[in-house]
């Protein structure tokens, strides 16, 4: 590859609107679309989603645990899923959350963003080893001109223990976005979105501001999971993410997928949702 990942993404979200889909293959999914729980299943359900999304949304997202549950038939599912939707030009977010140290997070980053049958355009990240425990990931993602989204804000409930905690420069949530930020501007994206994003919740409601957290002015990408079925609307997101929503790649899933199996119910759902973002974005 010759373009960063967040040139890339720019570019496609510009073209198809700022919508991601998860594929999200879990047991009731796949009994409503008439699969079975299966690694051909899963693998049928990815393929089917692209078939009908790639033209019409700017990524997707798929969930790597309801491929890996299936074991090494399931992880085969997953590289087939990941495949096609690069030959079918969607960008791939996987959502994986890994998060480790030494060698370790280096074997990750070798698995997801280097030359292998598992890379993604992106994936997400943990850190909750600290944020420099990522540092491989960063740097496999900018040798192979891929991204990174890192965990910020999250809505579980049990997401603020740990991300509203307190530290010398404000909040452990705090500290992880000025740290990405950080980490787009020193590699120069300054026209576009940077390569290195977050994962903040639409549902989060005041957080930010709670946590005294300024977004304005930032180049990264947000990935908010949220919308549709977990209750946010665009009024949340605009409430939520106020001046960067620019950057906001608005992430569902079930609002999408319960259309499901048929491609044109699919494509017809994820155009709706996705011309119920256009007036965020505009």
């Known amino acids: 590859m010759t373009t960063s990942f967040g ?12 919508l991601c889909v998860g594929i999200d293959p879990h047991r009731n999914l796949l009994d409503a679309w008439g699969l079975e729980p299966t690694a051909e299943g899963v693998r049928t359900f990815g393929l089917t989603v692209i078939d009908a999304l790639a033209d019409v949304v700017a990524v997707c997202k798929p ?17 087939d899923v990941l495949a096609h939707a690069k030959d079918a030009g969607l960008l791939t977010i996987l959502d994986v959350k890994r998060g480790d140290i030494g060698s370790t997070m280096a074997g990750y980053a070798r698995a997801y963003l280097g030359d292998g049958p598992l890379a993604a355009d992106a994936i997400t ?13 960063f740097e496999m993602a900018r040798e192979k001109d891929r991204g990174a989204f890192v965990l910020a804000l999250t809505s579980n409930p049990q997401g603020p223990e740990v991300q509203h905690a307190s530290t010398a420069h404000g909040s452990v949530a705090g500290d992880i976005i000025a740290g990405v930020d950080r980490r ?3 590699a120069g994206e300054k026209d576009h979105l940077g390569s290195f994003g977050l994962v903040i919740g639409a549902t989060i409601g005041n957080a930010l501001d ?5 977004l304005g002015g930032i180049t990264t990408p947000i990935l908010a999971p949220g919308l549709g079925a977990q209750g946010a609307d665009t009024q949340q997101v605009r409430r ?7 950057n906001v790649i608005a992430s569902t899933s079930r609002a999408v997928l319960s259309a499901g199996p048929e491609v044109k119910s699919l494509r017809q759902s994820a155009l709706h949702a996705n011309d119920s973002l256009v007036d965020l974005f505009a």
């Open 240 to 246: 939520v993410f106020g001046p960067a929503c620019r």
């Open 63 to 79: 969930q790597s645990a309801f491929f890996e549950e299936y074991g090494a038939w399931g992880i085969a599912a997953l590289e």
């Open 125 to 137: 990240l943990s850190p909750y080893l600290g944020l420099g425990s990522l540092d491989p990931a």
């Open 210 to 214: 709670t946590l005294d957290i300024d």
């Open 184 to 186: 787009n501007r020193e």
């Open 7 to 18: 040139r890339r993404l720019s570019d496609a979200l510009a073209a198809k609107g700022h």
